[in-house]
């Protein structure tokens, strides 16, 4: 059974930093694409960043690009994502996702149950 | 970046009648090299994450029932549910991953009349 499992969210001041992990089982990390997708309350789904499983290649949404650095550790099963300089439109429920493939170019087949992340003085 | 649109923002129907959703994109997510549209569709319950409903336009995941399809080409596609269950109750947000970054529709709220 798939299981992804989202930590590392919390209350941090603006300016302040972040680890997420994604912890992966039921499958073989390595061989698939990953994905973080935010959710802030309320609101819709906006798509964050992804690391290729094929070729490794990491792409990001213009809202985080510079701030944001997508990361994999398929020792350790585990997706990462570590968040800079936080602004309070980063809050949000933070997803993990997996890719249906190991290609960036597809959809998202499993999702974790997220993450909160709450940027607030 | 391309930009989806969704239409309605909401809508509601009765159990047993058709919901149609419809996306939009700002550019063709049509891949001419292999005649693929990279756009799939999602259904959030409320408390609940995100789960793939179809993917490639109209190919249905894993354990999809098939009253959920999909169609379209280009830059228009629609999301069907031919008859509506109590349990289809939810948002529902197309996403095109032809292009990074692989933006989302605003999202469609479907009720039950």
């Known amino acids: 059974e798939v299981q992804l499992v989202e930590s590392g969210g919390g209350l941090v001041q603006p300016g302040g930093s972040l680890r997420l992990s994604c912890a992966a089982s039921?499958?073989?990390?390595?061989?698939?694409?990953m994905s973080w997708v935010r959710q802030a309350p309320g609101k819709g789904l906006e798509w964050v960043s992804v690391?290729?499983?094929?070729?490794?290649?990491?792409y990001y949404a213009d809202s985080v690009r510079g701030r944001f650095t997508i990361s994999r550790d398929n020792s350790k099963n585990t997706l990462y994502l570590q968040i800079n300089s936080l602004r309070a439109e980063d809050t949000a429920l933070y997803y993990c996702?997996?890719?249906?493939?190991?290609?960036?170019?597809?959809?998202?087949?499993?999702w974790g149950q997220g993450t909160l992340v709450t940027v607030s003085s | 970046d391309i930009v989806l649109t969704q239409s309605p923002d909401s809508l509601a129907v009765s159990l047993g009648e058709r919901a149609t959703i419809n996306c939009k994109s700002s550019?063709?997510?049509?891949?001419?090299?292999?005649?693929?549209?990279?756009l799939a569709w999602y259904q959030q319950k409320p408390g609940q994450p995100p789960k793939l409903l179809i993917y490639?336009?109209?190919a249905r995941g894993s354990g999809v029932p098939d009253r959920f399809s999909g169609s379209g080409s280009g830059t228009d596609f629609t999301l069907t549910i031919s008859s509506l269950q109590a349990e289809d109750v939810a948002v529902y947000y197309c996403?095109?991953?032809?292009?990074?970054?692989?933006?989302f529709g605003p999202g469609t709220k479907v009720d039950i009349k």
């Open positions: 996702a997996k890719g249906r493939i190991a290609s960036c170019y597809d959809g998202l087949d499993y």
């Open positions: 039921g499958f073989t990390f390595s061989s698939y694409a």
């Open positions: 690391i290729c499983g094929d070729d490794g290649n990491t």
């Open positions: 550019q063709s997510v049509l891949y001419s090299s292999n005649n693929k549209n990279y």
């Open positions: 490639w336009t109209s």
């Open positions: 996403q095109q991953y032809y292009r990074p970054p692989f933006t």
